[in-house]
Structure formats: C-alpha cells, structure tokens
C-alpha cells in the first residue's frame, strides 16, 4: 500500500535524517564505535623514597643527602613543650587534640612493606620487646612469648616521602605494549573539598581534561606527574596524594576512634584507567605515528577501614624478638580502562545493527498516521485492508475450471486471469453464498508497504 501525502513523507524523511545523523556522527565519529576495545595486561611496581635534596637524587649517591624536617617542626611529634604520659612514648600537647606519640626517623625501604601491586607507607608503629618462655616444655604453656618492653613511634616527615610509580602495558591482540616511559599521564582530583581546590590552583599543570582540555585552577583537576630525571617515572609526595583525596593525616579516622588516621592509617586504591581513544578524534597518534597510549591516575580511599601489619625481627634467634605492629597507607594498585584499534568487523557490526533503527522510522510514521493526525481515519482505512473470509478456499479449490467460470458469471465478475486470481475474485465479492461473511477472518495491516513519497500529492 502506497499513500501519496507530502507532509507524511516529509516526516518520515526527517526521522531518517535524524537516525543516520545519530549513527553517523555520535555513535560512529564521536563514539568510536567502529573500534575494537581490548583489556590491557598491566604490572605495576611502586617503592618509596625519603625526602632528599637534591629533590628525587637516588639516596645510594653520596652526593644525595636526607632532608627531613625538625622534630620540633612537626606537630604530631612529641616535644619538650608536650607532658609526657607514664609510658614515656606518648605524649599530650597544647596544639593538637590526638595524642602525641615520639617520632622516629626511617628511610624509603624501612618505612614501607612492599608486595605485588601493593604497597603500605607506615605511619605508626607499635615495637614490642619479647622472651621466649623459658618455661615452655613438653608440660605446655601459659604464654610463649613474654613482653619485656614496648615503645610506639610516629613516623617522622613522611608526608614528604615520594612514591614512585612505575607500570606496563601489553595487549598482543592490538599488537600493543608499552611502559611508563612511553606513556603520558595524569592525576585526577576528583572532589571540590578545600584541600583539593587547594592541590589544584597551587600547579601550573592542572587540567579540566586528560586530552584536549584547559588549564583550570579548580576542582576537579587533572595534574601532571613529577618525572624522575634519569628514567621519567612518576612519583608523588604522600602529601599530595592524600591532598588529591581530600584528605590529611592529622584527621580523625572512623568516627569515635579518637585517633587520627597517622595513627590508625587507612586503605586507598589506586585505579591506573588507561586509554588510547577519545570521543571525535578517534585512535590517537604521536608525533611518529604510532598508537599513543594515555593514562590517568584516580585514588580511592576508604579511610573508615584501619590498616595494619605485623612482622617480627629475631634478636636472637629463637629466644628474643621485636614484634612490629605496623599502621600507615596500604595503597592497592587497581589497572583499567580499554585500548583500541580500527576494525572493519566491528564497523560492519555497528551499521548492520544501527540499521534496524530505520525500520522504527516507518513503524513510528505509520503508527502517527494512524492514530494521532486529524486525518488518520483515512490512512487507516489505507493501511489496514480487510480481507475476505479464506473458509471458502476449500470450497473453491475442490471446484473445476468450468465451475468456477460460472460463479464468476452469476457475480458479474471478470472471467480472466490465473485460478488463483479467479478465486480471489470470488472472495472479495462476498465468497460462496453459503458462508456467513459479516465479520473478517483476519487483517493484515501491510508491514511491508511503502507509506508515502514525498513530494506527491494526495
């Protein structure tokens, strides 16, 4: 069925603009959907470093000296101006509302436990003094280890360590693999907390993009990585990071801990989200023309869930020990994010399946012809045709030629065409007068018809 009615027509066209635009230009162009996306294999190593001057030096360099700051410049430690409590480790001071505990000066290596993807930046540790029983024996035993001193320790200045990151990364499908050193990246700040707004209008590296975007000096903002001078890894102060995170050591843990979170540390992942796509402007390239992967660092903490590890050192083995229970940053690293590549594949799958949406045109058109112009009436009487009772087919068919010439004649219906032609005949004019034809059979509303063309008339 073909209705000629320009304003249909021009309607329909509009909705097949509009549908080959959205394919064309957002899921194509700007949604990159005409790419294969892979998961990337990732290794992630991280270690951490004291402050140093020069900033960055390798502490193994005689010319590279610590830098750490005063005992007496840090207000967590306990100083002559703090009283002192009865275990002589921890004190009260004026200035803060957490309790003070002595400072301890460690290197990169001894302040950190390290495992794979893993790391924990101490804060705070609690050293037990311990003797084996010497009572012990084949009779049993009350209490194997026996506590001969204890001591607890802030760590001092560790919010100036740095944390080097250094990671890979490899699909063999895409035929892609890089290492940081090939690799641009950024930190986001993600939050508008004080701290954060601080972080962000403090460097002239901020960003409201990874690719593409302005320099901002508002939340949220993504910043550039300092760079190591021999190999060009990443590395951050721990006071960035927590800044990044809105957070500070000297704030409160859980709440109704009465500690501060230097003192009972916390848990944070480190998402490392790489990418080497981006809306409208498809894979992207470096100046060599080779796939140019990107990255962002994003941190996720969750400050309410302590973090602590034990260890033990042998004084002298077996008999004496030092047992460390030790709190601080537990810092996880958690790689995602998808690379691409083109793929005609994949293009062919996107136009096939974006085609069907072409079909809904028509069936939006017809069902708007249909039900909700002022002459729908008229385009309904057009497009949904009645067709005559099929219960006679039977009758008709087990009729000869001759027969069927005669019923055509006593109808006044035309005596041509095929059989089936003929019989169709009969049953539009009303069938064989036996049957009842009152009501229709069935309908066929024609889902295939063109609806209209436009520019014709009505």
Not at 39 to 50: A, D, G, N, Y
Not at 77 to 99: E, L
Not at 411 to 427: D, E, F, H, M, N
Request: hydrophobic fraction near 35%; aromatic fraction near 10%; charged fraction near 20%.
């Amino acid at each position: 069925i073909r209705i000629r009615d320009s304003r249909l027509g021009l309607l329909q066209y509009a909705m097949m603009l509009l549908i080959a635009a959205y394919i064309i230009v957002w899921q194509l162009i700007r949604g990159n959907s005409y790419l294969m996306y892979r998961s990337p294999t990732v290794s992630t190593r991280m270690s951490l470093q004291q402050p140093t001057d020069p900033k960055s030096c390798s502490p193994k360099d005689p010319n590279c000296h610590d830098s750490f700051k005063r005992v007496a410049d840090l207000p967590y430690c306990c100083t002559p101006a703090c009283a002192y409590k009865a275990d002589n480790s921890s004190c009260t001071c004026p200035w803060r509302r957490f309790t003070n505990y002595k400072c301890q000066y460690v290197d990169g290596v001894g302040g950190t436990q390290i495992y794979p993807n893993d790391i924990v930046i101490n804060t705070f540790r609690h050293e037990y003094t311990q003797e084996r029983n010497a009572t012990c024996g084949q009779e049993g035993c009350s209490k194997l280890w026996i506590t001969t001193g204890a001591k607890d320790r802030f760590m001092a200045d560790v919010e100036d360590f740095t944390l080097l990151v250094d990671h890979a990364v490899q699909n063999q499908e895409l035929g892609i693999a890089r290492t940081s050193r090939e690799m641009e990246g950024w930190l986001l700040v993600n939050g508008t907390h004080e701290l954060q707004q601080q972080l962000c209008s403090s460097t002239n590296t901020s960003m409201t993009a990874p690719f593409y975007g302005e320099r901002t000096t508002k939340a949220p903002c993504y910043l550039k990585p300092n760079s190591t001078d021999k190999d060009g890894l990443d590395y951050f102060t721990v006071r960035t990071l927590m800044m990044a995170m809105g957070l500070t050591l000297e704030g409160e843990s859980y709440e109704g801990s009465g500690h501060s979170l230097r003192y009972e540390g916390l848990t944070v992942t480190l998402k490392i989200h790489y990418f080497d796509t981006w809306p409208w402007h498809g894979v992207l390239r470096d100046g060599n023309g080779r796939t140019k992967v990107l990255y962002v660092y994003s941190l996720v903490p969750l400050k309410d869930n302590p973090y602590k590890v034990s260890d033990v050192i042998y004084s002298k083995y077996p008999e004496e020990r030092v047992r460390r229970d030790m709190h601080g940053i537990y810092l996880s690293a958690m790689p995602e994010g998808e690379l691409g590549i083109f793929d005609a594949q994949t293009l062919l799958l996107t136009v096939t399946t974006s085609l069907t949406l072409l079909a809904i045109a028509a069936t939006v058109v017809r069902y708007i012809a249909m039900y909700f112009l002022k002459q729908r009436n008229y385009y309904k009487e057009m497009l949904i045709h009645v067709s005559a009772d099929f219960s006679d087919v039977r009758d008709l068919e087990a009729k000869s030629d001759e027969e069927i010439q005669e019923i055509l004649k006593e109808k006044g219906l035309p005596r041509t065409g095929t059989r089936v032609q003929q019989i169709l005949a009969i049953l539009d004019a009303g069938g064989l007068s036996h049957h009842n034809h009152s009501e229709p059979a069935r309908l066929s509303t024609g889902g295939g018809a063109r609806l209209l063309e436009a520019g014709e008339s009505q």
